[in-house]
């Protein structure tokens, strides 16, 4: 690896960008969204070919910008999930594993998996498709549009989730705070909690439900060494933990419970730009 890697992370949100050295180390970054976050980033960490090795990882649908906005170089392509399982391999809540699972949750929801000691893309490149999760028997419309796991527990689905309390009459002092339904984010939920509000406690445990079954379905699938939850939602890790564990108790087998470790990310919103760099470096 040489001293520095670029990695990037471009989704439907917006992009990461990601300095990155040769010991895990992140240096300059910068975060955009939308259409134009891409082109903001680059320029902002040096541009395009500010080192000689570039990795993107990039979502389904977001070929288009990156084509664009690489224009004249060859960057390394990999999926968000391959990325944030490597980087968790490396310097998160994976290393020293062989085989291992990232769940990443927030604005996004997916997974990374590897096999081996290598990142597993599947037959046709959708594997860790975790936001289309089959976790509920209801059938809704939302999950038809965005997955069942994720319509529940993107940070999309928690605000609704609570939105839809209020509406049906439950009081919760994180309408107050917000000011309007449209306006709840999952953070007002999060903090609502934290306060003691008793409707956004009990969205919270709905998540932490979803969440849980989401890894005992992995965890029985691939039989890991670790699953890391990684995402926003590893920031809300003193809420979630303790519950997620709780459901896990309940419906994993216990072979697999007294095996299969589930750690929190620490390597926040930079995660996925960090494993596209490393995966670039390998390639290289």
């Given at each position: 690896m040489?001293?520095?890697?670029?990695?990037?992370?471009?989704?439907?949100?917006?992009?990461?960008?990601?300095?990155?050295?040769?010991?895990?180390?992140?240096?300059?970054?910068?975060t955009g969204a939308g259409a134009a976050g891409l082109a903001r980033?680059?320029?902002?960490?040096?541009?395009?070919?500010?080192?000689?090795?570039?990795?993107?990882?990039?979502?389904a649908g977001?070929?288009?910008?990156?084509?664009?906005?690489f224009a004249g170089t060859t960057?390394?392509?990999?999926?968000?999930?391959?990325?944030?399982?490597?980087?968790?391999?490396?310097?998160?809540?994976?290393?020293?594993?062989?085989?291992?699972?990232c769940l990443w949750i927030g604005d996004r929801v997916f997974a990374g998996v590897m096999l081996q000691g290598k990142p597993w893309d599947g037959a046709h490149g959708l594997a860790g498709s975790a936001a289309w999760l089959a976790l509920n028997p209801v059938e809704r419309q939302d999950y038809r549009k965005f997955g069942g796991l994720a319509a529940e527990v993107s940070s999309t689905g928690i605000a609704r989730r609570l939105s839809w309390r209020i509406q049906?009459?439950?009081?919760?002092?994180?309408?107050?705070?917000?000011?309007?339904?449209?306006?709840?984010?999952?953070?007002?939920?999060?903090?609502g909690a934290r306060a003691?509000?008793?409707?956004?406690?009990?969205?919270?445990?709905?998540?932490?439900?979803?969440?849980?079954?989401?890894?005992?379905?992995?965890?029985c699938a691939i039989d890991p060494e670790v699953i890391v939850l990684a995402g926003e939602l590893a920031g809300a890790g003193d809420l979630l933990k303790g519950p997620i564990s709780q459901e896990?108790?309940?419906?994993?087998?216990?072979?697999?419970?007294s095996r299969v470790r589930v750690e929190t990310s620490t390597l926040g919103h930079l995660g996925v730009a960090m494993g596209a760099a490393k995966l670039a470096s390998a390639a290289t």
């Open positions: 040489s001293d520095f890697a670029l990695g990037v992370d471009v989704s439907a949100q917006g992009a990461t960008a990601l300095l990155v050295g040769r010991d895990g180390v992140g240096g300059k970054n910068a980033v680059l320029k902002q960490v040096g541009g395009a070919r500010a080192v000689p090795i570039i990795g993107v990882a990039v979502e977001q070929e288009a910008a990156v084509e664009k906005a960057p390394f392509l990999c999926s968000p999930g391959a990325a944030i399982v490597t980087a968790e391999h490396w310097v998160g809540g994976a290393q020293g594993t062989r085989d291992a699972v049906s009459g439950d009081p919760s002092a994180v309408l107050d705070r917000a000011g309007t339904l449209e306006a709840i984010t999952a953070a007002h939920v999060f903090d003691g509000d008793g409707v956004a406690i009990s969205v919270v445990r709905e998540t932490a439900k979803y969440i849980a079954m989401a890894i005992v379905n992995l965890a896990c108790s309940r419906r994993l087998s216990p072979a697999l419970l």
